[in-house]
């Protein structure tokens, strides 16, 4: 009786190329949901459930094509939206997710040129319905990003790409955010940290009224 009244979650998604600054900003979202008084829970593709982890190892490392890349983000997605964010939402549950469709929309469909019908398709198939109700895409020139990766660890097989994959990458997110204005909002990641945790606060207020 009482799950019929239970509101709905939000969910949120994090998006931009490597070295945007998401993660750096992933922990403080999900504090700050949490001190809002909701229930958050943090996720991430690809990965998310056992398998999606499994499978995210190898997307990561293995070569393969760009079909069967592209076939694997949905796969592990599949699993994910089903059997974790859905039920989660359901139950009231916030759902905070480190990337999302829009990632293949931006690496598999621009990165890699396989163009947005594709991943329109297959997502029309897998998960008609499921849309993010705000997703925050951080925007770095993909220079700033090179270089705050080249500081950090192993590069993964994307991680190691051209920068004129990351620039295909960065115009298909912005694609995305054209395409999608309400839902996606651009923050500009190449400021100090306080000025993007500023504008993020000021976003995350609305989202927060929007859902009183
Ligand atoms: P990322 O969030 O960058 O993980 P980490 O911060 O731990 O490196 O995601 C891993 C990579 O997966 C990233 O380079 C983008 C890629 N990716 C796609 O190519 N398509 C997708 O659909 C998703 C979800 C991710």
Known sequence: ??????ARGRFITLEGVDGAGKSTHAGWLVDALRAAGHTVLATREPGGTPLGERLRELVLHEPMQLETETLLMFAGRCEHVR????????????????????????YQGGGRELGVARVAALEQWMQPG???????????????ARQRLAASRDPDRFEREAQA???????????????HPQRVRVIDGSRPVE??????????????????
């Open 1 to 6: 009786m009482s799950e019929l009244h239970t």
């Open 165 to 179: 994959f990351f620039e295909r990458v960065r115009a298909a997110y912005h694609e995305r955010a054209l395409a």
């Open 130 to 144: 499921l849309q993010p109700d705000r997703t925050w895409l951080f925007d770095v020139p993909p220079e700033v």
């Open 195 to 212: 000025q993007v945790r500023a504008q993020l606060q000021a976003e995350l207020d609305d989202l927060l009224e929007q859902a009183r």
């Open 83 to 106: 059997t974790v964010i859905e039920p989660a939402l359901a139950r009231g549950t916030w759902v905070v997710c480190d990337r999302y469709t829009d990632a293949t929309y931006a």
